[in-house]
């Protein structure tokens, strides 16, 4: 079936440091692949997304590019901040399916 | 702010009570979904709506019984729960049920005594 990986939490990190999150994925058709956010008391929100291969999603100053080959889609940012501390979840859904398929979740500490 | 709202934010109930949980979607979405968030746990797709229709239960027990009267209403009604039922219940809604994109609820924090 299909399923997603993301790498164990938590992470903290200090601030100002290079982030990686990583996500795999096996999927039975094509994927597009998202990571959402989830905020301290909030629900989930789609911080990007790719629909193919070699496709990189951004925003916010995050990045993720969906690598086939590895069936991979890391995220990463080159400098956090304490106000990204949250839950990264990492998901896909298959084109003409109407599931999305998350990840565990990571959750995010940014030190000042 | 989504566009979708969650009531209540909070709710303890004992094993015996009857509640229900509501979300409405103010974006004009067709398809709303009910997902259960527990702790160490990938989140769990339970019921997916389209067009009013109920298009995907995933093997929720009857417990749980979910009733959407118009594309902008979503309810879970609950009755004889379990401690273990305690979780965060998350509401979306996107524009069709295979859109890329869905829209989150704040959720509701439901602790079963």
């Known amino acids: 079936g299909d399923s997603v990986t993301q790498m164990e939490g938590p992470v903290t990190l200090s601030e100002e440091a290079f982030l990686t999150i990583n996500c795999t994925y096996t999927a039975t058709g094509y994927p597009s692949l998202f990571w959402y956010v989830q905020y301290p008391g909030e629900g989930l929100q789609l911080l990007l997304k790719?629909?193919?291969?070699?496709d990189k999603g951004s925003n916010k100053g995050f990045e993720a590019t969906y690598r086939k080959e590895t069936t991979s889609f890391h995220l990463e940012k080159g400098s956090v901040q304490v106000s990204d501390s949250a839950v990264y979840f990492c998901a896909l859904i298959i084109q003409g399916a109407q599931k999305l398929v998350f990840g565990q979740g990571t959750r995010l500490t940014i030190n000042p | 702010e989504t566009g979708v709202t969650q009531t209540p934010r909070h709710l303890v109930m004992g094993m015996t009570n009857k509640k229900s949980l509501k979300c409405e979607q103010h974006?004009?979405?067709?398809?709303m979904y009910w997902y259960k968030q527990s702790a160490k746990k990938p989140l769990e797709l339970m019921f997916v709506y389209n067009f009013k229709e109920q298009t995907e239960n995933n093997s929720v027990p009857s417990r749980f019984s979910p009733e959407c009267p118009n594309s902008s209403h979503l309810f879970l009604h609950l009755h004889t729960l379990q401690p273990e039922d305690s979780a965060l219940y998350l509401c979306?809604?996107?524009?069709?049920?295979?859109?890329?994109?869905?829209?989150f609820g704040p959720g509701t924090r439901l602790t079963v005594l």
């Open positions: 790719a629909t193919k291969a070699d």
């Open positions: 979306a809604s996107s524009q069709e049920v295979d859109a890329h994109e869905q829209f």
């Open positions: 974006l004009g979405h067709n398809a």
